[in-house]
């Protein structure tokens, strides 16, 4: 057990309520501009400390790492995601590593309905059209017309906690249940869901009219919706990504859904580490797309569950036991024992 106060470093603001937290159980160092630190600075901030609270923002390559003071022991991630983490090089350092899951599954599964929603039914192109114009020529038959999302077939890629909480609520909404995951789930998921399992992803891209995509980012996910894969997309079928801009090849989708064959996407995730894609930007612009700005985790409840589970992984990793939510690199198992 620690004998001081561990000693942290936050690079981003978090929730007020988690700030004073932090400053009461910790000696707590917050990046109060916000804005993402550039290597030296995390380096800089992190001499004398025990712990870096990152985010998804921090970049946690193999040169930082070798870089981080002999003090640091503990990368605790505020976010479910940590590719932005070289999980090889914190092993062979002997750091451990930790996320927040589990406590974005509702808002994240909400996030993906309201685009399912969205974009079938132009619900963004009907609010321009009223906020741009400020002129509305009244209701007609043949107005905004949209498409009925019931009796459609949904393809969820990944059938794990949100990939589930999407499916539960996509089934009140009269959706049938497709799903690829790596393992069949077990009847008792299945069952009431009315799911069908698909062992094959080029098989269910092709049956569905909606593709969403809910499985991890890792080396075997990278575009795991390829151009490949988004040809064999019924025409006028959709697409909706909330989880990681890498499991989609953006350029595809934009040359699917320029020349007709898909009739659009909604995205809250997308590259954009060179800027926006003009294309992309273009294809929202003529309501083809919807954008959103990284928001399905973004409410105030998620992001204080995101805080408490950092402090409860800090507090087990500084009290000498193994932290609950350690991650680990590819293929190892979550039960060996942590390198000293």
């Not at 007020?16 to 916000?34: C, K, P, Q, W, Y």
């Not at 593709?211 to 990278?222: D, I, K, M, Q």
């Not at 959103?292 to 992001?303: P, V």
Request: no cysteine.
């Amino acid at each position: 057990m620690t004998s001081h106060k561990p000693r942290i470093l936050v690079t981003r603001r978090l929730p007020e309520a988690i700030e004073a937290r932090m400053g009461t159980l910790f000696e707590t160092d917050v990046n109060e501009s916000d804005v993402p630190l550039a290597a030296d600075d995390i380096i800089a901030g992190l001499e004398g400390k025990d712990v870096l609270v990152s985010s998804i923002t921090d970049r946690i390559d193999v040169d930082l790492i070798s870089r981080l003071p002999s003090s640091v022991r503990l990368i605790a991630q505020f976010g479910n995601g940590f590719d932005n983490i070289d999980l090889d090089a914190a092993w062979a350092a002997g750091l451990t590593v930790t996320n927040t899951p589990s406590v974005l599954t509702e808002d994240t599964a909400d996030m993906a309905m309201v685009l399912m929603l969205a974009l079938p039914r132009r619900l963004v192109e009907g609010t321009q059209m009223l906020v741009r114009d400020g002129v509305w020529a009244g209701w007609s038959p043949t107005s905004m017309l949209g498409h009925r999302l019931r009796g459609k077939a949904l393809g969820i890629v990944g059938m794990g906690r949100i990939g589930t909480a999407v499916a539960q609520r996509a089934k009140a909404f009269g959706l049938n249940i497709h799903y690829f995951s790596r393992n069949r789930r077990p009847p008792a998921i299945e069952a009431p869901l009315e799911a069908t399992y698909w062992p094959d992803l080029d098989a269910m891209v092709e049956a569905v009219d909606i593709v969403s995509l809910h499985t991890p980012y890792t080396r075997e996910t990278f575009h795991i919706l390829s151009a490949d894969r988004l040809r064999r997309m019924k025409p006028g079928s959709f697409v909706v990504n909330v989880s990681r801009p890498e499991l989609l090849d953006e350029a595809a989708l934009l040359d699917s859904i320029e020349s007709g064959h898909l009739s659009g996407a909604a995205l809250d995730v997308f590259e954009h580490k060179r800027g926006i894609d003009p294309r992309l930007l273009a294809l929202a612009e003529a309501n083809r797309i919807v954008l959103t700005a990284h928001m399905a985790s973004a409410t105030l409840e998620a992001r204080v569950e995101m805080g408490e589970t950092v402090i409860v992984n800090i507090r087990a990793f500084m009290d000498g036991h193994q932290p609950p939510h350690r991650v680990l690199p590819e293929g190892m198992h979550k039960n060996v024992v942590p390198r000293a």
